[in-house]
């Protein structure tokens, strides 16, 4: 007797019979299903591991197969299968049983991939086909590429530079090392001896400049670099950096944000990653996905059109279509006991059609009820519970539920349904499944009286062209229809079938069969044969599915536009409907210039009609612009047509022609066309396409991408983006898996970019500047010391000072700025999209920002050094001896250096909390408590070689002319940098520092409106303003501008003083690929603004 033995999976070899129990999960290896507790050998699977869709699916033994069910029957099993090589397509599988003289197809529909968990089946066996790292999900985990910001990429140059300023300087100092030595250092031989082992001048130079290089190497931001480039896990022995403990924070502040929470799903935001945050402050492109990302991915069905009748449109008493607030009650389903109590439609004619018996409409239902995989379970009598694989799928077999025609159960060979109340089995003859290049579904049953018809449902581009010939009077009706609906932003499906001959079908079931057990070029056989049969089929009519916007998508989307964000969407839907969803969303107008529509089939088509749109907007431009400002820009060898182009333009392209578009010789002529235009949609396009157009842009524009979208088609678009959004929708979560941000509504991106990302890019940058500037002013005192020291690598500080300056003096003031600093509320930045702008031109920290902070730290340094120095030349002590010694410069100049740093950071923060005044105020009591310790006599008794300056700080500290030098020097380190930014707020403010001052004066208005409503005055009514809007704003409104946002109108309304300067910037970028306006234009750019 053969008996089951406990295995672990790391022993499981091809070969071996497996027996799974319910929920288990498939571990190591993948199945050939064998057989199973449920009847015919069917199984139920989850596959969320595999392809991101919580829904199950059905798995079936093949039939030869399904009596092993025991293990003495299973002992007996000699089988031969031949399959394909392991490969990583995880829909696909080929294969042949040979067992007993006969051989039998087997199908992805057979397999138990590795991934999946068995669900509501007791048990199953299964035969090891792959194991190991041949199964389908280990072919398909490839490396995974880490995703790095532009501010890591930068930091690489940057440390190389400063590495090669340290060489520099070491080699300086060498030098000046080994000419002392010589010229000087010789002369004191006696008693300044050169160490063991050196013997000349030039020896002494050369160990002088390693001592240099580890005495200036805190110039070197080490732990920056390693752990920002390098993402070593964070152990004991790899601490975390400050730069990813500022992010760190930062992606608690997304997880933790109650205002990107979902209480409906229960879904809160998540940073998935840390790496990225600073990015999405930077962002110019977003590609989004449309069904589920854009709208609810909750298919309600809408219309239909019937035998060229269409319903779903409620008219009133005089036959015109009614307005939404005048519909009567939605249709009684009342006489269906099985009635979704869900379902709701508004046209009572279909349902009087049905009972009077419309035959048209009755095969109609029919077809919905029979043509699908969707699964049904019955927990009670009279409720049912469908499983459908897609949204539109449930969508539609509901709708026929409704009307009378009820799927109730299906086994492998049967479908049985209640049409009106009359239980009917039909006989599973075959089902032709969907695939992306088919666009199509059909199954073959055979009905109660022997009539074989096959019934099929898929899109009219793909179903129209295959219809009998006597049909065109009516497909031309169901066409008008389509466009009809598709015009509403409603998902189509075209419904059709076909009676076959019994000779016919036993012919095509037999070569069927022969192609399914074919060795090789199994799917392509099949293919034709599916192709064969779909042809000369009649038309019954079309379906129509809404599919709702998601809340706020319109308000979204107008608002990262005016944060100068371009939104192109990336979708499968047909042309149609996604111009309409366009609409919907605010991202078409009519009152945009021109909207191109580019559906060439052939390169030369798609080349001309671009060619055409690039024409059409640079001839705008010229009747636009005034003919000077046009030469100017002809004369300036402009590389992209963007910086000719005035007005606004949207640009709608079809799959077929982006396929060619996106040709190699085609490429920057599509992506030129494209960036001129404020939106961009690209209509039934390919996961691949997609992912090619993000690349595309990433290639050539050199701008941050971000890709959003809800279903597995989108996880190669969100992978390929610089950033990829995911959104936990209704087709599972394997975009959400792919992705580095998730969350549940495509309203909380506009959250995620203009809040978080952009204080995230604002904390990163003032953290790195100031980071830059304190080492540098710490490190370059070494250096000046170096020339009046003979160049001997002597310290100026103590080296318990040089150990805790950047762990305890500095390291948390500028921690609690990374982390938790602000320029404007939260509020501001939303009302104010303009502020993202400085991200997107990388203006915060660039190698400008970077030479300024390196300036401004060498600046420091040098008074650092030289006011003490040459104070302390003359100084005196109270007492009359001489102030001069090396103990006491070293406890100024170093107190010195922590005031100033303290004050500037003072000056940097922007948003002031209790944490920051205590890091601050805090980190210098520390370094004055741990200074007089070090310096205690308690210590020098208990470590006498150790600390050898024993009340050194307190006799340093106690002579007013100590505190008089570390005021002056603070006060000339400090007071330029004041000036500088008084300056520079009063002759070029930035729009954030408008925004403050704004902020600023409502406050002070209001407490003044409290105050006078409190003392109650009574007196003569002065004239006055009011309104306190800028200069140019009475022109938006005549303009109408401002009416397509009402609701922004006031809130996203920038000074021009504080955007100019940025929108000259941009201009200047261009050529880089941003665009901008013509000059001519620049002013009513930034109205519309």
């Not at 280990?138 to 190389?160: A, C, E, P, W, Y």
């Not at 303003?1025 to 006031?1050: C, D, P, T, V, W």
């Amino acid at each position: 007797m053969t008996i089951l033995r406990q295995e672990q999976w790391m022993n499981v070899r091809v070969g071996d019979i497996i027996k799974l129990e319910n929920n288990q999960f498939v571990a190591q290896a993948d199945l050939l299903l064998l057989s199973s507790s449920e009847p015919h050998g069917l199984c139920y699977i989850e596959t969320a591991e595999l392809d991101g869709e919580t829904n199950m699916k059905v798995r079936q033994a093949i039939p030869v197969t399904v009596e092993l069910g025991d293990t003495s029957q299973l002992a007996h099993f000699d089988g031969e299968v031949i399959c394909e090589p392991p490969n990583n397509k995880l829909d696909k599988f080929g294969g042949t049983l040979y067992w007993k003289e006969n051989k039998y197809p087997l199908s992805n529909q057979n397999m138990l991939l590795r991934g999946c968990v068995l669900r509501n089946t007791e048990w199953c066996f299964g035969l090891v086909i792959f194991a190991g790292p041949d199964t389908k999900l280990m072919q398909n985990s490839g490396r995974t590429k880490f995703k790095r910001t532009s501010i890591d990429r930068l930091m690489n140059t940057l440390v190389l530079w400063i590495f090669g300023f340290l060489v520099c300087m070491g080699v300086i100092l060498a030098i000046g090392n080994a000419i002392w030595e010589h010229e000087v250092g010789v002369c004191f031989q006696i008693y300044l001896p050169w160490d063991e082992g050196v013997h000349s001048a030039f020896f002494s130079g050369f160990l002088s400049f390693w001592s240099y290089i580890i005495i200036l190497n805190t110039v070197v931001p080490i732990s920056l670099y390693v752990r920002a480039c390098c993402p070593a896990p964070v152990t004991p022995r790899h601490p975390p950096c400050s730069v990813e403990v500022i992010r760190l924070g930062h992606s608690y502040f997304i997880n933790w944000d109650k205002k990107m929470y979902c209480a409906k799903r229960r879904t809160p935001a998540e940073a998935r990653t840390t790496t990225l945050n600073e990015e999405l402050g930077q962002v110019e492109y977003i590609f989004s996905d449309k069904t589920g990302t854009l709208t609810q991915n909750i298919m309600v069905f809408s219309k239909c059109s019937v035998n060229g009748h269409s319903y779903g449109e409620v008219q009133d008493m005089l036959s015109h279509k009614a307005e939404l607030g005048e519909r009567s009650k939605p249709v009684d389903f009342s006489f269906n006991p099985l009635a979704d109590p869900r379902f709701q439609f508004w046209d009572p004619s279909l349902l009087e059609a049905v009972k009077l018996g419309d035959l048209h409409v009755h095969e109609f239902f029919r077809l919905l009820s029979l043509c699908h995989t969707v699964m049904s379970e019955e927990k009670s009598e009279g409720e049912l519970l469908y499983k459908a694989q897609s949204p539109d799928e449930g969508a539609l077999v509901t709708a026929a539920r409704n009307f009378g025609f009820v799927f109730r159960s299906r086994t492998p060979k049967t479908i049985t349904v209640q049409e009106l109340g009359q239980a009917v089995t039909y006989q599973l003859l075959a089902i032709l499944d969907f695939n992306n290049i088919r666009k199509r579904m059909s199954v073959i049953v055979r009905s109660p009286e022997g009539k074989i018809r096959l019934y099929c449902k898929g899109a009219d581009t793909i179903l129209l062209e295959r219809l009998h010939p006597v049909n065109q009077d009516l497909s031309s009706i169901t066409a008008d229809h389509l466009n009809e609906y598709a015009g509403e932003g409603l998902r189509t499906l075209v419904l059709a079938y076909k009676d076959l001959e019994e000779s016919y079908y036993r012919d095509w079931s037999e070569r069927l069969h022969r192609a399914g057990s074919a060795p090789e070029a199994r799917e392509d056989h099949l293919a034709r044969l599916y192709d064969e049969v779909e042809h000369d089929m009649m038309l019954l009519g079309a379906t129509a599915i809404e599919d709702k916007l998601q809340q706020g998508v319109p308000e979204t989307i107008a608002i990262l536009t005016l944060a100068n964000i371009k939104i192109w969407v990336l979708t499968g839907d047909k042309q149609e409907t996604a111009v309409n969803i366009g609409y919907s969303c605010k991202m078409l107008t009519d009152d945009m210039t021109e909207v191109f529509v580019v559906t060439g089939h052939t390169v030369l088509e798609v080349r001309e009609e671009l060619r055409k749109a690039r024409e059409k907007m640079m001839d705008a431009s010229r009747s636009v612009c005034n003919g000077f400002s046009y030469q100017k820009k002809l004369s300036s060898k402009l590389t992209s047509v963007l910086e000719a182009i005035a007005g606004e333009y949207a640009l709608v392209i079809n799959g077929h022609s982006l396929a060619h578009a996106l040709e190699a010789d085609m490429e920057v002529e599509f992506l030129e066309t494209a960036c001129a235009c404020k939106a961009v949609i690209c209509c039934r396009v390919t996961p691949l396409q997609k992912a090619q157009v993000v690349e595309l842009v990433k290639k050539y524009k050199k701008a941050v991408t971000l890709a959003i979208g809800d279903g597995a088609n989108d996880v190669s678009m969100i992978k390929t983006a610089h950033i990829g959004v995911g959104i936990s929708g209704q087709e599972g979560i394997q975009a959400v898996l792919a992705s580095d941000y998730s969350f549940s509504q495509f309203k909380f991106l506009q959250r995620l970019l203009l809040v978080h990302g952009r204080w995230s890019y604002l904390r990163m940058c003032k953290f790195l500047c100031y980071f830059f500037y304190k080492n540098f002013a710490f490190t370059m005192v070494h250096f000046w010391f170096g020339f009046f020291c003979g160049f001997s690598a002597q310290t100026v500080y103590d080296q318990y000072f040089i150990t805790l300056y950047n762990i305890v003096y500095t390291s948390l003031p500028v921690l609690a700025m990374g982390v938790f600093d602000q320029d404007v509320p939260e509020q501001r930045s939303m009302e104010y999209p303009k502020l993202y702008e400085p991200g997107q031109l990388n203006l915060l920290f660039n190698k400008r920002e970077f030479f300024i902070c390196i300036a401004q730290g060498i600046y420091t340094s040098i008074l650092m050094f030289f006011i003490p120095y040459g104070i302390f030349a003359d100084a005196t002590r109270d007492d009359g001896a001489q102030l001069a010694n090396y103990q006491s410069f070293a406890v100024t100049v170093a107190t010195s250096l922590v005031i100033v740093v303290s004050v500037q950071i003072g000056l940097d923060t922007g948003f002031w909390t209790a944490i920051n005044h205590f890091f601050i105020w805090g980190s210098l009591a520390a370094y004055f408590a741990i200074l007089f310790t070090m310096h205690s006599d308690g210590l020098f008794r208990m470590f006498p070689n150790q600390f050898r300056f024993v009340g050194n700080a307190q006799s340093t500290l106690a002579q007013p002319t100590v505190w008089l030098t570390i005021a002056l020097t603070t006060v000339v380190c400090i007071m330029p940098v004041v000036a500088f930014r008084f300056l520079k707020l009063d002759l070029k403010p930035e729009l954030s520092d408008t925004v403050r001052y704004t902020q600023l004066v409502r406050k002070k208005q209001k407490a003044q409106h409290r105050c006078m409503r409190h003392a109650g005055r009574v007196g003569s009514r002065r004239s006055g303003y009011a309104f306190s809007h800028q200069e140019g704003f009475g022109e938006l409104i005549m303009s109408g501008k401002n009416m397509r946002l009402s609701s922004l109108a006031l809130s996203s309304f920038a000074p021009r003083p504080s955007t100019s300067w940025i929108e000259s910037l941009r201009r200047k970028k261009g050529s880089e690929g941003s665009g901008a306006g013509s000059p001519g234009c620049a002013a009513d750019k930034t109205l519309r603004i």
